[in-house]
């Protein structure tokens, strides 16, 4: 059974950092894309950050120039380095991985991490 951690999340005051991180395991061959959403609460979850299997990276407006994702392919794991985090960041951060393939031959279209909270306030 494929299956994503996160860890990382916590209390931050406004202007710092946090770096979250996203693990997958099961038997794991191969994961297409990989990304990072978020929900807040009374809104909708929203795209955060993503990064493809080349290592090419697109962000969100709300966060590009302060988050950077990152990914280690040996380990299968993700990566969210959050920078100059605000208020507005604060949020329950879900890993996302696309076309998970195992070394038994299975393919999963996508899995969910259960999500890490992130809180930002003084």
């Known amino acids: 059974q494929v299956q994503l951690l996160e860890s990382g999340g916590g209390l931050v005051q406004p202007g710092g950092s946090l770096r979250l991180s996203c693990a997958a395991s099961?038997?794991?061959?191969?994961?297409?894309?990989m990304a990072w959403y978020r929900q807040a609460p009374g809104r909708q979850r929203e795209w955060v950050a993503f990064i493809r299997s080349d290592n090419t990276t697109d962000y969100a407006r709300s966060v590009k120039g302060r988050f950077a994702i990152s990914r280690d392919n040996a380990n299968y794991t993700v990566y969210l380095q959050m920078n100059s985090l605000k208020p507005e960041d604060t949020a329950v951060y879900y890993c996302?991985?696309?076309?998970?393939?195992?070394?038994?031959?299975?393919?999963?279209?996508?899995?969910w991490g259960q999500g890490t909270l992130v809180t930002v306030s003084s």
């Open positions: 996302n991985a696309d076309t998970i393939r195992t070394i038994r031959g299975a393919t999963y279209s996508e899995r």
């Open positions: 099961g038997s794991i061959a191969s994961i297409n894309a």
